[in-house]
């Protein structure tokens, strides 16, 4: 393990600047990747596959599916991790979810955990098809919300073979919960109801902004300065397809959020990867997530850090994560 963690009450995003002592991340050169195109539930979504270079392209090797933070698009984080990936010798795929990016779905920008589970349990599927993929040998490699998503998954497919999970989001409710306190979380809930009563009696989707700027970086649905910071650079540089919105109703999935209770279902080789220091999502959830899974073979990597979003973009703290990662899932799935 590494470094010490930090809780929610000793972190404060109002102090703490989204750029410490760290360095954004050179964007992922697009001529790393291929577009790729696969169904969830009917719908189709658009992907980009990573490859080792020195592979031929019809060899079928180990494989990973990849999911990134809440509201996310293929173009941003996920890249910095599966270029990387591929160069260690796995096809790495990462996609954008239904109803967000380059992919189908009859709701543009809302996020449903269930179905982006779906689309995750798809991804895996699409890869195990391929004929350039081994079937026996696929694993996750998830970040954010996505690392939430990736428990989940490996917690009922049996399919996935290991996972490393990294920054991971695993009980939203009680971290709202914590924000808010009881009273203020009671009151932002019956906004919610009121919002999805109205959107049921006029049929006119409601929405928020993912990211607001300062003074207060609110309303949103991440109402603090190093998401606003993040998500306006990556927009600018790596994703133009992002959009700053949300549906109201998004909210009620996100709060409602908390995988814990299937953690000691993943019996499958583990590492979880958390920043010492997140007040957005506390290491206190990965701790438990190592502790109650039943893996034989587990590790628990605590990467020194001054904020949840220095694990999207920013050295040194991506490449000690993939220091960690990449060896333990050549190891389970590469072998050798």
């Known amino acids: ?29 697009p001529a790393s990747r291929t577009e790729v195109k696969f169904t969830s539930d009917g719908l189709i979504l658009v992907g980009h596959l990573y490859r080792p270079p020195s592979v031929l392209a019809d060899q079928p090797i180990a494989a990973l599916a990849m999911a990134g933070p809440m ?19 796995f096809a790495t795929l990462t996609f ?32 195990a098809s391929r004929p350039d993929v081994d079937g026996e040998r696929i694993g996750l490699a998830c970040v954010c919300l996505g690392a939430g998503y990736g428990l989940e ?31 203020g979380f009671a009151g932002y809930m019956d906004m919610l109801n009121a919002s ?7 049929g006119a989707e409601q929405f928020m902004s993912a990211v607001a700027g ?11 300065r190093e998401t606003f910071e993040y998500y306006s650079r990556a927009h600018d540089t790596e994703a133009p397809a992002w959009q700053n919105r949300l549906t109201m109703a998004s909210m009620e999935q996100i709060i409602g959020w908390n995988v814990i209770g299937h953690a000691h279902l993943v019996t499958q080789p583990l590492m979880v990867v958390h920043g010492t220091t997140d007040a957005l999502l506390s290491p206190i959830y990965a701790q438990q997530v190592h502790d109650e899974a039943s893996s034989t ?5 605590w990467i020194t850090t001054h904020n949840h979003v220095e694990l999207y973009d920013q ?19 590469i072998g050798g």
């Open 1 to 29: 393990m590494k470094g010490t963690p930090v809780s929610n009450a000793e972190a404060s995003t109002e102090t703490i600047p989204a750029i410490v002592d760290g360095q954004i991340l050179p964007r992922v050169d």
């Open 96 to 127: 954008d979810n239904r109803n967000f990016g380059a992919s189908q779905g009859s709701r543009p920008q809302h996020l449903s955990t269930s179905e982006q589970v779906a689309d995750l349990k798809s991804a895996i599927s699409y890869l």
């Open 71 to 89: 509201t996310s698009v293929k173009e941003e984080t996920l890249p910095h991790y599966a270029v990387e990936l591929a160069k260690a010798g």
């Open 315 to 333: 050295a040194p703290y991506v490449p000690q994560a993939l220091a960690a990662v990449v060896p333990f899932l050549s190891e389970h799935l």
């Open 297 to 301: 073979t587990k590790e628990l990597v």
């Open 214 to 224: 300062p003074p207060v970086f609110a309303p949103s649905a991440m109402p603090v």
């Open 153 to 183: 998954v490996a917690a009922m497919d049996r399919g996935v073979k290991a996972v490393a999970l990294v920054g991971g989001g695993y009980n939203l409710t009680d971290t709202y919960l914590g924000f808010l306190g009881a009273v």
């Open 196 to 202: 999805r009563q109205s959107v049921y009696e006029s």
